[in-house]
């Protein structure tokens, strides 16, 4: 099996036609310059490499007991998908992420289904505006 570098930096880049998007991969463009601490990043992508490592492992000792059955990369790659959803959509899955990330919560106190809370055109205006005024002149 292929190691993964953990030095190394993906992420997805827009297409140059959405300047908005490209903002957001563009430090000098952005005027929040970032919106997630990097340590807290960090290890949340640790944490998720660690989940998918533990699905993996978990997904070859069912194959190598005779207890699962594939006929196709393609099978294991939905098997392997739905297992992280299932894992991601229960309190246990969440909260290791939490935890990974310093944070101490109750199962009970895990926000399942978070709402989207998406800022209106007004509300981002009125930020980028508060911005502006804090800036040294």
């Known amino acids: 099996m292929q190691e993964i ?5 993906l992420a997805i880049v827009p297409a140059k036609s959405d300047p908005a998007a490209m903002a ?6 952005n005027p ?5 601490d990097p ?7 640790e944490a998720l490499l660690r989940l998918i490592d533990c699905h993996d ?5 069912y ?18 998908a ?8 229960s309190r246990e899955g969440v909260g290791y992420l939490m935890k990974a990330c310093g944070f101490e919560v109750t199962p009970e106190s895990i926000n399942l289904d978070p709402e989207w ?16 005024t804090a800036k040294p002149h």
């Open 63 to 80: 194959m190598a007991d005779g207890r699962l059955c594939l006929d196709s990369y393609k099978e294991y790659i939905e098997l392997f």
């Open 32 to 36: 929040f310059r970032m919106v997630v």
């Open 24 to 29: 957001l991969f563009d430090p000098a463009a």
């Open 82 to 89: 739905r297992s992280l959803k299932e894992c991601m959509e």
């Open 117 to 132: 809370r998406w800022a209106d055109e007004k509300t981002t205006t009125a930020v980028i505006a508060r911005d502006e």
């Open 5 to 9: 570098n953990p030095q190394e930096n």
């Open 57 to 61: 492992r978990e997904l070859a000792k």
């Open 39 to 45: 340590d807290m990043r960090e290890n949340m992508r």
